[in-house]
C-alpha cells in the first residue's frame, strides 16, 4: 500500500491555473500506475487523468483533455496534476489514487489507495 497526501487546491477564477501535488510514502510508488479522480458537490467521482509507472503513458477524461496535464517524479515520490483555462464546472474535490494492477486503468476499482482529497473551487 502507499499512503497518498494531496495539496494545491485553492480558489481561482475561471480562465486561471492550479497545480495541485500528490505526494506519496511507500516504496512501491514506482510501480504504480497514478490517478487523479474528482467529485462536484451533488455528484458521483469521475476520471480525470492517468499517468503509469514510467510516465510515458497518460491519459484524460474528454473534460479535462488540453487543459490539463499529469506528470510524476519518482524520486520525489510525487504526482502532479497541471490545471490550466479552469472553468466554474471543474470545481470539485480533487483525489489521487494509486493502482497495482500493472495496467493503465480509469475504473476507480483499480485503484487500491486514496488520498485524503484537496478542494478546486473556480469562480466565474
Known amino acids: 500500500q502507499v499512503q497518498l497526501v494531496e495539496s494545491g487546491g485553492g480558489l481561482v477564477q475561471a480562465g486561471g491555473s492550479l497545480r495541485l501535488s500528490c505526494a506519496a510514502s511507500?516504496?512501491?510508488?514506482?510501480?504504480?500506475?497514478m490517478g487523479w479522480f474528482r467529485q462536484a458537490p451533488g455528484k458521483e467521482r469521475e476520471f480525470v487523468a492517468v499517468?503509469?509507472?514510467?510516465?510515458?503513458?497518460?491519459y484524460y477524461a474528454d473534460s479535462v483533455k488540453g487543459r490539463y496535464t499529469v506528470s510524476r517524479d519518482n524520486a520525489k515520490n510525487t504526482v502532479h496534476l497541471q490545471m490550466n483555462s479552469l472553468k466554474p464546472e471543474d470545481t470539485a474535490v480533487y483525489y489521487c489514487?494509486?493502482?497495482?494492477?500493472?495496467?493503465?486503468?480509469?475504473?476507480?476499482?483499480?485503484?487500491?489507495?486514496w488520498g485524503q482529497g484537496t478542494q478546486v473551487t473556480v469562480s466565474s
Open positions: 511507500g516504496r512501491t510508488f514506482s510501480s504504480s500506475v
Open positions: 499517468i503509469t509507472w514510467s510516465g510515458r503513458s497518460t
Open positions: 489514487a494509486a493502482s497495482f494492477i500493472g495496467a493503465l486503468t480509469t475504473r476507480q476499482a483499480d485503484f487500491g489507495s
